[in-house]
């Protein structure tokens, strides 16, 4: 989750070819010291910086100067400027209000300057592939010479032939072998660090020295070849989410001046009409205007089935049409399409190391150490001893083969970043690695009810003046105070007015007061619409008429409606004029979703609702929820979850990212639904749903419990082939080959089984 009052923004650098990080643990070290940076990381495997920064006290010109201080190139800075000044906090959402009972919600926010303007073009995506490309290939070759070399050498030894070719063939399969190692080594320790890198390079360099040139150029070309395979895989992971930007066409066919002109997608403007004909893709997201077609939208929500659109619906670019031809009014520049979000957020989650990968770092320097240390007393005493060096040596650096940590180090970014493109591919945005990780440990769901777990779609059912009066009247009055509110029971009263074509009347001086009502005045007088918790504690509970109201309210509430009073207010006091209700109807699949979650393993489902109790326990009993709590205010929303975290080990909140922003920042992994049209959501929330998919919940934490167990096997693989092939050095001895071998084997290994979540379904 981003935080509060910061910005963030990400550096694109080389990829370096060595298995190690310590120079990358050493410019975290560096960045956090700086002083406004409050969260950074590093990894030159993937060649991302990731740094969340105040920007009211460093720049990212700073940041940027403090990198190549250290003689670093950075290819591409993305992320807010100094001239954005203005837009860095867009990462927090304001004050908002959650009125399940006839109010307003107001929260705002909007996608960080850093995602609007990281993925703005086409170019930048493709440049950075194209250059991975490139350094991957550049790796692939030299690895090729080094088994040329390697080869080559041991020919040459076999057959006799010429001692400065046996050792010319050596000579290249040492440098190219060892050149990215090599780098990085010596990287880590110019910055104080040692790390594999070293340890695989003293112990090639080792071998050399005792005449075992063939062992030492194995262990180097087993290395780099494990290197190029951990490469493919981060960059397989990455290349899932790049691909969406091939999905959005080039130009768009735009309306202008009576006649389709294509258009660049960058130059089309928001107020733009657009053309979009059967089997094209849609170019930019917007509105339809006119038409009526079913889009396939799987490459951005993960929906199985198109959906149809009509006027009034929201499109998405890189989603394709399969009926008619659409004009849709543009709603999004390029740079802010849901497609570019999504993109940046997947790219910013991979920077964001999970939490056992952050104590894998912490390891693996005192490891290494420990492991040199292990190998100078398996020289030091046999030799003291009276044993012959030259075997003593070599034992030794069998020894340090198989006791590096590599398949360790590596275990857990092939999975988690696996697991995060897997979740992109699906229409699942991991806001980073720790929130894949969380969701493994998940026994407890609280479910927000509107919206959520009902379709959202409230209905106005019944609008009934306290005198029989003309309830159009009424309705229309309701109206012009409720337009100015974005509560689903506002839109309902809004949207039945219109329907009615209903003349609203002008309102002034709007007021909310959260969790409960609104207020505003209409033609001379105040008009107060909320529930009875609102007119006791905002009007005093002096209203005439109020015993009558509530009367009316239980009753439309045993009936399973949500129900407002409509409370007039002038010079000569308050009187309840009318009351309101509406309905909502179960999402279609809730009842599975919750069956699903129990045969995940889910202890405990909860709902959380601002909604009167009659509704919320008719919802619950429908859907099979095990603990309701009804007419909570957002406060109290976020006490509850606050209590089910403390019964339970991990805490899944599931709303719609506006309403219930306090509560999924308080629990341990906040989802929230309708991420593609919701700008607040993309902030506030752990994991975002990028279509309104309900069944997507069990997918999150299926996902995150089939991480979990392919760590727990990477872990048994890297940890298992280290104490077998230890074990075995010290009991009896093996050759350095074997040893080389079965270390970048269990490398490549855990490596492969990280990459099998790319395909993983729930």
């Known amino acids: ?369 420990a492991v040199f240390a292990m190998t100078a007393l398996a020289v030091a005493v046999p030799t003291v001893l009276g044993e012959p060096f030259d075997p003593t040596f070599y034992r030794a650096m069998t020894l340090m083969v198989a006791a590096s940590p590599c398949a360790v180090v590596i275990s857990t970014p092939a999975a988690v970043l696996s697991a995060i493109a897997s979740g992109g591919r699906q229409g699942v945005l991991f806001k980073g690695g720790e929130h894949v990780e969380t969701a493994a440990t998940v026994s407890a769901v609280a479910f927000d009810k509107t919206g959520t777990l009902t379709e959202g779609n409230t209905r106005l059912t019944d609008v009934r003046p306290r005198d029989d009066s003309d309830a159009d009247a009424l309705l229309a009055d309701v109206a012009a105070v409720q337009r100015r509110s974005e509560h689903h029971l506002a839109r309902a009263t809004v949207d039945a007015a219109a329907e009615r074509g209903l003349s609203v009347p002008d309102a002034s001086d709007f007021r909310a007061v959260a969790g409960k009502g609104v207020r505003a005045t209409v033609d001379g007088y105040t008009l107060h619409v909320g529930n009875r918790s609102y007119v006791e504690t905002v009007l005093g509970g002096d209203v005439d008429g109020l015993d009558e109201g509530v009367d009316a309210l239980a009753s439309l509430e045993a009936d399973g409606k949500t129900s407002v009073l409509a409370v007039a207010e002038d010079d000569e006091g308050a009187r309840v004029v009318g009351w309101l209700a509406y309905t909502d109807t179960v999402r279609e699949g809730a009842a599975d979703v919750v069956a699903r979650l129990r045969e995940l393993g889910v202890e405990h489902v909860v709902m959380l609702t601002g909604d009167n109790e009659r509704v919320a326990a008719r919802i619950a009993e429908s859907v099979g929820i095990d603990e309701v709590h009804a007419a909570l205010l957002p406060a109290e929303k976020v006490e509850r979850v606050e209590g089910l975290v403390e019964r339970y080990d991990g805490v899944a909140m599931v709303g719609d990212g506006v309403n219930d922003a306090p509560a999924l920042a308080t629990a341990s992994l906040g989802v929230a639904m309708g991420g593609a049209g919701t700008d607040v959501a993309l902030e506030t929330a752990d994991v975002v749903l990028m279509g309104d998919d309900l069944a997507k919940i069990p997918y999150v934490l299926g996902l995150g419990r089939k991480t979990r167990r392919v760590l727990l096997s990477n872990f048994a693989i890297a940890f298992g082939a280290i104490a077998v092939m230890v074990s075995t050095i010290l009991l009896g001895g093996i050759p350095l080959p074997l040893a080389v071998v079965g270390h970048e084997g269990s490398t490549v290994l855990v490596s492969l089984n990280g990459l099998r979540l790319l395909g993983y379904r729930e």
């Open 1 to 369: 989750m981003t935080l509060a009052g910061a910005s963030r923004c990400t550096f694109t650098v080389e990829r370096r070819g060595g298995r190690g990080d310590g120079a990358a643990r050493s410019l975290e070290e560096a960045l956090a010291d700086l002083a406004g940076v409050r969260e950074a990381s590093v990894s030159f495997r993937t060649g991302r910086i990731a740094v969340t920064y105040d920007p009211d006290v460093v720049s990212r010109d700073g940041i940027e100067r403090t990198i190549r201080a250290r003689g670093i190139e950075v290819r591409e800075a993305r992320g807010p400027s100094p001239a954005d000044a203005e837009a860095v906090d867009a990462s927090a959402p304001t004050d908002g209000a959650d009125v399940d009972a006839g109010g307003v919600d107001a929260a705002a926010g909007g996608v960080d300057a850093a995602a609007v303007e990281s993925a703005s073009g086409d170019a930048d995506a493709e440049g950075d592939g194209a250059s991975s490309r490139r350094s991957l290939r550049r790796e692939a070759a030299f690895v090729a010479v080094t088994l040329a070399g390697m080869v080559g050498g041991l020919a040459a030894g076999w057959f006799g032939w010429p001692t400065p070719v046996l050792w010319a063939c050596y000579a290249f399969a040492y440098a190219f072998g060892g050149w990215y190692g090599l780098r990085g080594a010596l990287e880590a320790l110019r910055h104080g660090a040692v790390d594999i890198d070293l340890l695989m390079i003293v112990a090639a360099a080792g071998a050399l020295s005792i005449g075992a040139p063939f062992e030492g150029a194995m262990l180097l070309f087993l290395f780099s070849l494990s290197n190029v395979l951990q490469h493919y895989a981060i960059g397989r992971s990455r290349r899932a989410i790049r691909s969406l930007v091939s999905m959005r066409p080039e130009t768009a066919l735009v309306r202008r001046d009576g006649e389709e002109v294509a258009v660049p997608v960058d130059e089309v403007a928001v107020g733009d009409v657009f053309v979009v004909g059967p089997g094209d893709r849609v170019p930019l997201d917007g509105v339809v205007a006119s038409g009526e077609s079913s889009v396939d939208q799987s490459s951005l929500t993960g929906e199985s089935m198109p959906v149809a659109k009509s006027p009034g619906d929201e499109v998405f670019g890189g989603t394709i049409v399969e009926g008619g031809s659409l004009e849709v009014t543009v709603t999004r520049r390029a740079r802010e399409s849901a497609i570019a979000r999504l993109i940046d957020m997947v790219e910013h989650a991979q920077g964001r190391k999970a939490p056992t990968q952050r104590l894998i770092d912490r390891f693996e320097q005192p490891y290494v150490l």
